[in-house]
């Protein structure tokens, strides 16, 4: 099953990515910390994107892409604002930059994760996987 949920980039609209999440989680075996940990994965991910994509009062759009199969759900957040590139997460030393946390949180506790500009080089990219258990 593939769902797509576009929202406006403002914070008071991630809950509605959040609420979807549960509805179409119910299909499938889920623990409560599984949702839960998917449930803070979304968040951080849409919220960087409410952050980081359109400053200066532009406003956009953030997609939510719900991917579920028998064996993993699959979510991925697109933007087509100022974005970032993945390589600013790190400093020099490889280490984390504060603005790398939320990303930090999403590998944790997802199985997948990656992160890559949008199509055409616009916006961000990024999805995360969680494998169930059969």
Do not use: Q
Request: some cysteine; glycine content about 12%.
């Amino acid at each position: 099953m593939s769902v797509r949920l576009t929202i406006p980039a403002r914070a008071e609209y991630i809950a509605l990515g959040r609420l979807a999440l549960t509805g179409l989680a119910r299909s499938r075996p889920l623990t409560d910390e599984t949702l839960s940990d998917l449930k803070i994965a979304l968040s951080e991910a849409c919220s960087n994107s409410v952050r980081h994509a359109y400053r200066d009062g532009i406003d956009g759009t953030v997609e939510i892409h719900y991917e579920l199969w028998p064996d993993r759900i699959a979510i991925e957040v697109t933007d087509d604002g100022n974005g970032f590139e993945p390589g600013e997460l790190e400093d020099a030393g490889g280490e984390l930059t504060e603005g790398g946390l939320g990303i930090a949180i999403i590998r944790a506790l997802s199985d997948e994760f990656e992160v890559a500009r949008g199509d055409g080089g616009a916006g961000v990219r990024l999805r995360f996987v969680k494998h169930l258990a059969a």
